[in-house]
C-alpha cells in the first residue's frame, strides 16, 4: 500500500515570523546578504559565494545575457539556459564574460584609410563613441590613434574624408602598457581627464580598452559578482541528454558553475551524469542538483558526494502545471523545510554543509523572505526577472499596460523535451507541462531588487540577524490560520490604487 504522509503539503503563504531582539547596535547597510554556492567541506570551507542570494532560472524567457550581466552587477548569477544549441549558449556565455569590468577587448576598431562615413556606421552599430585606429582594423592590430564623434561633424565635414585625416594619431594619446594594474590605469584618466585609456602591448599592438564610465560603474555597484579576472561571473543550465558535450565547451567559454534543469533530479540518469563530469573535470567545477522535495530525494543526490547545491521545488513554479498534469509536486515549503531539516542532519553527520536553493513559485517579496528563513541558502526566479527590462523578450502593449511574454520550459514553444522526458525513447514532449503567459513590466532588475533586498534585509533586522546563516538560525516560524491570512491584509478600508510589488495578487 502507499505510504502516506502525515504533514499536508502546505506554500510559503501559509506562515509567519516572530520577531526577536533586534539589536541598538544594527545597522541595515550592514547586513551581509552572501550565499555559499560550493558545498563546504572540511577541507575546503571557502568556495564559489553569490554577494546576494538570488539565481535566475534556466529558461528561456529570463536567463539571457542582458539579464545575466544585470544581475551580476547586482551580486547575483543567472543560470544560461540550456534549451538551445550548445554553440548559442556557449555564445552567450562569452558574452556575458566578455563585458568584463576594467580591462575590455575593443569591440568596434577601424583602419586609418577608411571614411568618415564607415566611422558613423559603426558609431551607430557599435553605440560607442570611441573609436580605436589600428593597421588592419582589428581589436589586435597595431594602435595607430583614436577617432570619436568629437573629432568630426556629421553634417559639416565631408564624409568620405579619410579616419586618418581626422583621428587623433598615436603621438597625442594617453595609453598605458600592458601590464598596468586597472588601479593604475583609472588613475591615468583621471590625472589627464580622458574618458578612455588604450592599452598596448610592448610592441605597440593594440590590447585592451579601459572607461571611466566603467571605474564609475563599478564605484556605484559594490556587491558586482566578479571572478578573479574582474569578469563578470555566470552560470549556465545543463540536461543529463548531451552533457558530454555541452559541459566541455561552457568551461571553454569560462562558466563559473553549472547546473541541471530537470524537473525531477532524483534520477539515475543525473547520477550519471554527475559521476562523467566530476570525472572529466575533478571537484573544482560548482555543480547544481536536482530538483528535488524530500529528504529521499535529497540523500540520493548529496550521498554521492559530488554535487554543490540542491535546488529544491517541483510543481510550484507560477507557469508550472506539472502537478495538474500528471499528480507529482509538493507544497514548496514543506518540500524545503524537509530538505532543509535533512541538509543540517547531513551536516551534524558528515561535516559537510550543501546549500539549498528554493526553486520557483516564489510569488512576492515576503515569500522570498519565508524560502530565505526556512534555510534555504539562496532562490531561484522565473517570473520575477521575466518582468523586468533586461529579460531577453520584447515587451508588448496590452490594453495601454506593458507586458511580456513568460512561458515555461515544459510548453510546446520551448520545446524542452530534455527537461521532461528522462528514460522516454522520444525526442519530443507529448504533453505540456507549463504553460505560454504574459507577465506586467515592472522595471529594471536594479530596481526590482532593491525593494527586495530592503523588505528582506529589514525583515532580518526584526529577527536580530546580521546575515543569513544568523537568520536561519534565528527564524521562528508559526504556521496561520486562514483568518490570520486574511488578517494580514488590509481590513474594513478602501484601497484607492495598489501597493507597488511584483505580486499581482496583493
Ligand atoms: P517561477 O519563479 O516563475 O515561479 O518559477 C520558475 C521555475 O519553474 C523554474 O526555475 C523551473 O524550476 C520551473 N519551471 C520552468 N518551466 C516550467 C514548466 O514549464 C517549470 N513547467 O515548472
Known sequence: MARMLEDTSRTFAEYLLIPRLTRRDQRIDQIDLSAPLSRITPEKPLGLSINIPVVSACMQAVSGTDLAIALARQGGLSMIF??????????MVQKVKAHKAGFVTSGANIKPDAPLQAVLSLMNESGHSTIPVTDDGTSEGMFLGLITDQDFWEFEDDLTNLVSEHMTPKSEVIFGTEGISLREANRLLHKNKKDCLPILTQTGELAALVFKKDYVDHQKHPLELLDDGKRLRVGAAINTHDYRERVPALIDAGVDAVCFDSSDGFTEFQMDGLVWIRDHYGPELVIGGGNVVSAEGFDYLASSGLVDFIKVGIGGGSICITREQKGVGRGQASALLEVVARRDAYFEETGI???????????????????LAMGADFVMMGRYFAMTEESPTSKVSINGQMYKPYWGEGTARAQNWQRYSEGMSSRK??????????????????????TTLHKLKSTMMNLGSDDLAQFRDQAVITQVSEQSIVEAGTANVFKFGRNRDFDESD
Open 82 to 91: 540550456c534549451s538551445q544549441s550548445i554553440e548559442s549558449q556557449v555564445a
Open 353 to 371: 554543509y550543501i546549500p539549498i536553493c528554493s526553486d520557483g513559485g516564489l510569488s512576492n517579496d515576503t515569500q522570498i523572505v519565508m524560502a
Open 429 to 450: 514532449m507529448v504533453f505540456e507541462e507549463g504553460v505560454d503567459a504574459f507577465v506586467p513590466l515592472v522595471g529594471s532588475v536594479s530596481e526590482v531588487l532593491e
